[in-house]
């Protein structure tokens, strides 16, 4: 029998706990310690919530929102102010990846993207946009310290590289210090113009 967390309720079911009961060998069962196994499959990547991908292509003009990632490193997603859910928890070496992301036929774009953040002091991050790896040189960049809170919400512009076609991409977050420095609601707000083009002009519009 297995308890565990928060007493009533919780993942152990308490106070019932969970798993089957089994004969304590050569003791009463409530008479002292007992030794438990436990397998845990290191293989898989469990992350909190989010996660959920989508089939199909994403349109790099419309609202991706941040939760939608098909892969990202240790985040977590939450009950946004704005609505939905946000991704958070994100700090120096964190990424979201999002995949099969169509740019049509392309141009450099301003790319929106609605971040808070609650970080204070001097601490600071960069958001940067990859195509296709992580690895990859950033397209494009904005830099975000601390908003008022972290359900304070900005929209963050960052000028792209020309990007046509559908890719995977990536946002990566770089810090010089360890904590927590942003979270991200959507990526890109719409409308994803062209640079200088009106606002809410269409993709390869006029500039
Ligand atoms: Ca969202």
Redo the contacts with the bound molecule.
């Keep these: 029998m297995l308890h565990c967390a928060v007493n009533p309720g919780g993942p152990c079911n308490e106070t019932t706990g969970i798993v089957a009961s089994r004969a304590c060998p050569g003791s009463s069962c409530q008479s002292a310690f007992h030794t438990h196994a436990i397998e845990w499959d290191r293989s898989a990547v469990y992350s909190k919530g989010g996660g959920g991908g989508s089939s199909g292509s994403r349109d790099a003009f419309g609202a991706i929102?941040?939760?939608?990632y098909d892969a990202a490193s240790a985040v977590l997603t939450e009950t946004?102010s704005?609505?939905?859910?946000?991704?958070g928890n994100l700090a120096n070496g964190d990424w979201l990846q999002f995949n099969n992301v169509d740019f049509g036929t392309g141009g450099a774009l301003d790319f929106v993207t609605?971040a808070a953040s609650g970080a204070t002091g001097a601490v600071s991050g960069l958001v940067e946009v990859r195509i296709d790896s992580r690895s990859n040189a950033p397209i494009g960049s904005f830099a975000i310290a601390g908003t008022g809170g972290w359900q304070s919400w900005q929209s963050v512009a960052a000028n792209v590289s020309a990007v046509s076609g559908t890719h995977t991409v990536f946002l990566t977050f770089t810090s010089g210090q360890a904590a927590d420095f942003v979270n991200?609601?959507?990526v890109p707000v719409p409308p994803l113009k062209p640079l200088g083009g009106p606002p809410g002009g269409p993709p390869g519009g006029p500039p």
């Design positions: 929102q941040a939760e939608s946004c704005e609505g939905g859910q946000d991704v609605r991200i609601n959507l």
